[in-house]
């Protein structure tokens, strides 16, 4: 009924947010990771450190977070779709073994995220590649 939306749209709201600010937090981590992955230089948390310095000397201290708009399409619906799903599978699981209402053990707990992982990456996956690309695209193009 109108109790069960409500709590579905409150774990996609609350996934949704969780997910925004974790990312955003260490987009500029992730974008260093992104330039390493494309790039034939060696990583090493010194090399991490300077590239990081040195993007900031060039670009400035928000160029850190460039593409960070294109993972936050990614990982705003992952995120919620993830943190609901996961509820769902638990109250589902939950009825099935016999603890309704009750914290679950820890395999179906397992079961629960991983089944939950697995919808949410394969609804989003392909916004995982256009994230990539504009994380190490230069700001002119």
């Not at 330039?35 to 310095?53: C, D, H, M, P, T």
């Not at 928000?62 to 995120?79: C, D, E, Q």
């Amino acid at each position: 009924g109108i109790k069960h939306t409500r709590s579905v749209l409150n774990s996609l709201f609350s996934g949704a947010l969780a997910g925004a600010v974790a990312k955003t937090a260490v987009a500029p981590l992730d974008r260093t990771k992104i330039i390493f992955q494309v790039s034939s230089a060696r990583f090493s948390a010194k090399e991490a450190y300077k590239l990081i310095y040195r993007t900031y000397l060039k670009d400035g201290f928000f160029s850190l977070w460039r593409g960070n708009s294109a993972t936050m399409v990614r990982v705003i619906p992952y995120a919620a779709i993830q943190f609901c799903a996961h509820e769902q599978y638990k109250e589902l699981l939950g009825g099935y073994y016999g603890f309704q209402g009750k914290a679950l053990p820890p395999v179906p707990r397992l079961v629960a995220g991983s089944m939950a992982g697995t919808t949410a990456a394969m609804l989003t996956y392909p916004l995982d590649m256009v994230r990539a690309r504009m994380a190490v695209t230069p700001k002119e193009m």
